[in-house]
Structures are given as C-alpha cells and as structure tokens.
C-alpha cells in the first residue's frame, strides 16, 4: 500500500469500509455518474419545464479518476436567455455530489439541439406523445 492517508468507517453489523484519500483514492465512476445525472435532473430550463438531462442538452459526461467531471452540453437555442447562466447552475449542481473534486461545463452548437433528443420521460411530461 502507498503512503496515501487511510480511513476506516464502520457501519452496523457489516465490516468496515476502507476509504483512501490522496492519489490512490477509489471511486465508483458508475455510482458517480448516477448521482450527477441525478444532479442534473435538479436543474431546469426557465422556458420549458423539463430538466436538462431529460431535455437531451448534456451531450457528454466524462468522470476521470480523481473525480474531476467534464460535461459538454448544449442549449435548446444559441440565443437562449440563460446562455450566459446555465453553465453555472449545471457546474454548481454537479460540484454538490459528494466524490465530485471539480467540473468543467463547455457549450456545444453542433449538433444543435431538436426535440428529437429529448427523453421519452420529457415528451410525456410535454403531451409530445
């Protein structure tokens, strides 16, 4: 074992968990990604209320193993209001999940964005289908 820091947690009746911190530190990258898409369900577009994951504007989600998250996303339209805040909300919402160090959110035009990305969850919840 490397000398990273060691800490161990106990639970009720189970066998402790070993988390190591520093360099040699572990994630689980596709529990991570399910609690930062969760994340991203919490942000919504003013215009249209669907969330941006169900909308189809993530076009891109990469965790890398220190935990840092680059997203590529897109809006529903370059002229949209919120271009210059979106991006924000996102990166703040996805630095909130606990295993996430930092991310990176960077706009996209190409593809742009047509209804034909979005979830079936978001089409139902707009009488689409």
Not at 38 to 61: F, H, W
Not at 86 to 99: D, L
């Amino acid at each position: 074992m490397n000398e990273a820091a060691q800490t161990t947690a106990y639970m009720t009746d189970a066998a402790p968990l070993t988390t190591l911190t520093g360099a040699s530190r572990k994630i689980d990258k596709e529990d991570l990604e399910q609690q930062i898409i969760g994340a991203m369900k919490t942000v919504y577009d003013p215009e249209i209320p669907v969330n941006i994951y169900d909308l189809g504007l993530i076009y891109d989600l990469v965790i890398d193993d220190e935990g840092h998250v680059d997203l590529l996303m897109t809006l529903t339209a370059p002229g949209c209001p919120v271009a210059g805040s979106m991006p924000g909300w996102v990166q703040a919402a996805v630095e909130s999940v606990p295993g996430v160090e930092s991310c990176t959110v960077e706009l996209a035009w190409e593809p742009p964005w047509n209804m034909e990305m979005m979830s079936m969850r978001a089409r139902l919840e707009l009488n689409m289908i």
